[in-house]
């Protein structure tokens, strides 16, 4: 993989990381690999199914968020 595509790869992980319910980093998912168009890059979506073990919350890896913004949304730390 490329330098690139591993620093994107990365953030991406970071900024789609914790239930935006709950906050919650624990979730049970499926396992497809979604490719990501590295010269359209911002269009790129985990579509994998999540499920929150905390609080059930379902949805894609995509509508994870950060924890950053969940403090922000919330006011509080995880």
């Known amino acids: 993989m490329s330098k690139v595509y591993d620093e994107f790869m990365k ?3 970071i ?3 914790v239930c935006p319910k709950c906050g919650c980093k624990y979730y049970s998912t499926t396992l497809e ?3 990501v168009d590295m010269n359209n890059k ?3 979506k985990d579509k994998n199914r999540i499920e929150c073990v905390k609080c059930d919350f379902k949805g894609i890896a995509h509508d ?3 924890e950053e913004q ?3 949304k919330n006011g509080k730390s995880l």
Do not use: M
Request: a negative charge; charged letters at 30%.
């Open 11 to 13: 953030q991406y992980d």
């Open 15 to 17: 900024d789609h990381c």
């Open 33 to 35: 690999d979604y490719i």
């Open 42 to 44: 911002e269009t790129y």
């Open 64 to 66: 994870l968020i950060s």
């Open 70 to 72: 969940f403090k922000n």
